[in-house]
Nanobody, 117 residues
Framework: QVQLVESGGGLVQPGGSLRLSCAAS????????MGWYRQAPGKQRVLVAT???????NYADSLKGRFTISRDNAKNTVYLQMNSLKPEDTAVYYC???????????WGQGTQVTVSS
């Protein structure tokens, strides 16, 4: 089994910053990619950003320039630096890991990010 533990969410004012972390552990054979998705109330879960083992990144178009994803392969940890946060960024943020050997996908429990004055 694979565990993903997220941290770093919370309440922040508009224009502020937050850094999310997600540490993976367990029976991971080969990490193909790690990333973040988010789900706002009443909406579907959508891509925020992903990063592959070779550090190739992919972002939702609307978030480019404000959010930065990075990865520490030695720690099996992925980070999401979020700057210039807006109220519409309010959502539960979920960490995701794709094991490319087994073709399995795993999700964290989610961390709440609330952007409000």
């Amino acid at each position: 089994q694979v565990q993903l533990v997220e941290s770093g969410g919370g309440l922040v004012q508009p224009g502020g910053s937050l850094r999310l972390s997600c540490a993976a552990s367990g029976n991971i054979f080969r990490i193909g990619s790690m990333g973040w998705y988010r789900q706002a109330p009443g909406k579907q879960r959508v891509l925020v950003a992903t990063v592959t083992s070779s550090n190739s990144t992919n972002y939702a178009d609307s978030l480019k320039g404000r959010f930065t994803i990075s990865r520490d392969n030695a720690k099996n940890t992925v980070y999401l630096q979020m700057n210039s946060l807006k109220p519409e960024d309010t959502a539960v943020y979920y960490c995701n890991l794709f094991d490319s050997f087994f073709g399995s996908r795993y999700w964290g429990q989610g961390t709440q990010v609330t952007v409000s004055s």
